[in-house]
């Protein structure tokens, strides 16, 4: 019998050290180096030998146990039919390129109580009613507590099979039945509960969730049916385990949103079947999470009196374009240091921002505190935000609103120059689709005929001559 190897492992990048140590040498983290214990025994397939295995036969959410058997063979045999899987959720569908594909896997982060296992539990309720075997696997939850919060989402009635496992071997071997049909959808809830009696190591490991995600991938490949892991964050909101995990699975989805706020944001970071940065809004209810189908309408709610320091900013999500309002606040500041607090929004392009308007365009914020605020809990990453971000700057300093009817959009260059952005003519129609009647944006060539009125501006200091009608006030 082979004896064990002894290895020290980065729980957070997965690298193998020889010796422990207190900080890792390929991500920089402290006390993230774990020892574990790895059988270097002859290699055998998990899945070969979870046959052996007893399956525990799913349960449904009705507390019955279901003997339905669906034919799956179309999408598994030589001829496969491998169109898309619709969930009939379209933000859901909209966030997956259309719907699920066949044999992929998906991977699902969020932070505790975001409501992950609400969505996958109706996603799998919306397939069951299509006639479509679906099956959720729970680490973390007793089947009677699956049973409750499908009776509170009103999914009583549909004929979800529910598990609560954690050994790999025995989720297996009841899915790689060879006298059952493949199930259309698999969930494991989570993959950082799963383990495997072939790895010494306690489960959340790397070597554990690198090891339970390769068979239960091989398992979706083979068999053709989806499987949709699980995944719990870091502090910083990245997904735990490996960084590998996330290269191996074909898409990655990340729920975001903060747990006091109503709404949340579905957003796909990486997908092999369709665009990335595709984002998906629903509203948490009592009766679980329903869509919200007009974003924009989501983010201008509640906007208020005429205030200054508010821009309305007409960015692209993906492939569809939303309106969102920026909050700015710029005081002076009492510390030798001033402040800078960004929510939703890269810190380092505020500082650029900042940077250019002081020396463009010649306005005193070095030595003011900065507050910048993006409603609606939208995290904004494309440069286009830059020209909505300096008029919010601008409005708040001056104490001069912005026209509420107008939107911005541009990107800016260190020279003070506006640049132009893409999909302009799908943010002008977005906004007037939802009433607004001018728009501040870059100089453009050509733009398509609509009933916008367009201000357009080549440098900076021309935004700032057109916001700040009394020169007289803190420009040097």
Same mark, same amino acid.
């Given at each position: 019998?082979? =004896?064990?190897?002894?290895?020290?492992?980065?729980?957070?990048?997965?690298?193998?050290?020889?010796?422990?140590?207190?900080?890792?040498?390929?991500?920089?983290?402290?006390?993230? *180096?774990?020892?574990? #214990?790895?059988?270097?025994?002859?290699?055998? @397939?998990?899945?070969?030998?979870?046959?052996?295995? #007893?399956?525990?036969?799913?349960? @449904?959410?009705?507390?019955?146990?279901?003997?339905?058997?669906?034919?799956?063979?179309?999408?598994?045999?030589? %001829?496969? !039919?491998?169109?898309?899987?619709?969930?009939?959720?379209?933000?859901?569908?909209?966030?997956?390129?259309?719907?699920?594909? /066949?044999?992929?896997?998906?991977?699902?982060?969020?932070?505790?109580? &975001?409501?992950?296992?609400?969505?996958?539990?109706?996603?799998?309720?919306?397939?069951?009613?299509?006639? =479509?075997?679906?099956?959720?696997?729970?680490?973390?939850?007793? &089947?009677?507590?699956?049973?409750? =919060?499908?009776?509170?989402?009103?999914?009583?009635?549909? !004929?979800?099979?529910?598990?609560?496992?954690?050994?790999?071997?025995?989720?297996?071997?009841?899915?790689?039945?060879?006298?059952?049909?493949?199930?259309?959808?698999?969930? &494991?809830?989570?993959?950082?509960?799963?383990?495997?009696?072939?790895?010494?190591?306690?489960?959340?490991?790397?070597?554990?969730?690198?090891?339970?995600?390769?068979?239960?991938?091989?398992?979706?490949?083979?068999?053709?049916?989806?499987?949709?892991?699980?995944?719990?964050?870091?502090?910083?909101?990245?997904?735990?385990?490996?960084?590998?995990?996330? %290269?191996?699975?074909?898409?990655?989805?990340?729920?975001?949103?903060?747990?006091?706020?109503?709404?949340?944001?579905?957003?796909?970071?990486?997908?092999?079947?369709?665009?990335?940065?595709? &984002?998906?809004?629903?509203?948490?209810?009592?009766?679980?999470? #329903?869509?919200? %189908?007009?974003?924009?309408?989501?983010?201008?709610?509640?906007?208020?009196? %005429?205030?200054?320091?508010?821009?309305?900013?007409?960015?692209?999500?993906?492939?569809?374009?939303?309106?969102?309002?920026?909050?700015?606040?710029?005081?002076? @500041?009492?510390?030798?240091? /001033?402040?800078?607090?960004?929510?939703?929004?890269?810190?380092?392009?505020?500082?650029?921002?900042?940077?250019?308007?002081?020396? =463009?365009?010649?306005?005193?914020?070095?030595?003011?505190?900065?507050?910048?605020?993006?409603?609606?809990?939208?995290?904004?990453?494309?440069?286009?935000?830059?020209?909505?971000?300096?008029?919010?700057?601008?409005?708040?300093?001056?104490?001069?609103?912005?026209?509420?009817?107008?939107? *911005?959009?541009?990107?800016?260059?260190? #020279?003070?120059?506006?640049?132009?952005?893409?999909?302009?003519?799908?943010?002008?129609?977005?906004?007037?689709?939802?009433?607004?009647?001018?728009?501040?944006?870059?100089?453009?060539?050509?733009?398509?005929?609509?009933?916008?009125?367009?201000?357009?501006?080549?440098?900076?200091?021309?935004?700032?001559?057109?916001?700040?009608?009394?020169?007289?006030?803190?420009?040097?």
């Amino acid at each position: 019998m082979a =004896r064990p190897v002894e290895r020290y492992i980065c729980q957070s990048c997965g690298a193998v050290a020889a010796k422990w140590a207190g900080r890792c040498d390929s991500c920089g983290e402290w006390n993230s *180096i774990l020892q574990e #214990s790895v059988d270097t025994g002859p290699p055998g @397939s998990l899945a070969a030998a979870a046959q052996k295995s #007893s399956p525990s036969a799913p349960r @449904s959410t009705t507390a019955r146990r279901g003997n339905n058997v669906i034919d799956f063979a179309a999408m598994t045999g030589v %001829h496969a !039919d491998r169109r898309r899987l619709i969930v009939d959720i379209p933000e859901f569908d909209r966030v997956c390129g259309g719907g699920l594909v /066949p044999a992929s896997v998906l991977l699902i982060g969020g932070d505790p109580g &975001i409501g992950k296992s609400t969505l996958l539990l109706q996603v799998c309720a919306a397939i069951a009613k299509q006639g =479509r075997e679906a099956i959720y696997i729970s680490g973390e939850e007793a &089947i009677e507590q699956l049973q409750l =919060r499908a009776a509170r989402l009103g999914l009583s009635d549909s !004929d979800v099979k529910l598990a609560a496992e954690t050994n790999i071997r025995t989720i297996l071997a009841t899915l790689n039945d060879p006298a059952e049909s493949p199930p259309a959808i698999v969930v &494991i809830d989570s993959i950082q509960t799963m383990w495997s009696d072939t790895v010494s190591a306690t489960p959340g490991t790397v070597s554990q969730v690198r090891a339970c995600a390769q068979e239960l991938i091989r398992l979706a490949k083979q068999r053709g049916c989806i499987i949709v892991l699980v995944g719990h964050v870091t502090k910083d909101g990245q997904i735990a385990g490996p960084r590998v995990l996330e %290269h191996m699975v074909d898409t990655v989805i990340y729920f975001e949103g903060e747990r006091g706020d109503r709404f949340r944001l579905l957003r796909a970071v990486k997908n092999r079947f369709g665009a990335t940065d595709e &984002i998906g809004v629903f509203e948490m209810r009592d009766s679980g999470l #329903s869509e919200v %189908h007009n974003p924009s309408e989501l983010f201008l709610d509640g906007r208020g009196k %005429h205030t200054s320091g508010v821009a309305v900013f007409a960015g692209i999500e993906g492939s569809r374009p939303v309106l969102v309002e920026i909050q700015a606040l710029v005081t002076p @500041s009492s510390l030798g240091t /001033p402040r800078r607090a960004v929510v939703g929004w890269d810190t380092g392009r505020l500082a650029m921002v900042l940077a250019v308007l002081d020396a =463009r365009c010649g306005l005193g914020l070095a030595s003011c505190d900065v507050y910048l605020n993006v409603a609606g809990g939208l995290k904004i990453k494309e440069p286009a935000a830059d020209l909505a971000v300096a008029a919010a700057l601008i409005s708040s300093l001056a104490n001069d609103p912005i026209p509420q009817d107008t939107v *911005i959009f541009g990107e800016i260059s260190l #020279s003070g120059a506006i640049r132009q952005v893409a999909q302009t003519s799908a943010r002008l129609k977005e906004a007037k689709k939802l009433g607004f009647s001018g728009a501040l944006i870059a100089a453009t060539h050509k733009l398509e005929e609509n009933e916008l009125n367009l201000n357009q501006f080549e440098l900076l200091t021309e935004v700032v001559d057109q916001l700040w009608k009394d020169k007289s006030r803190g420009i040097k």
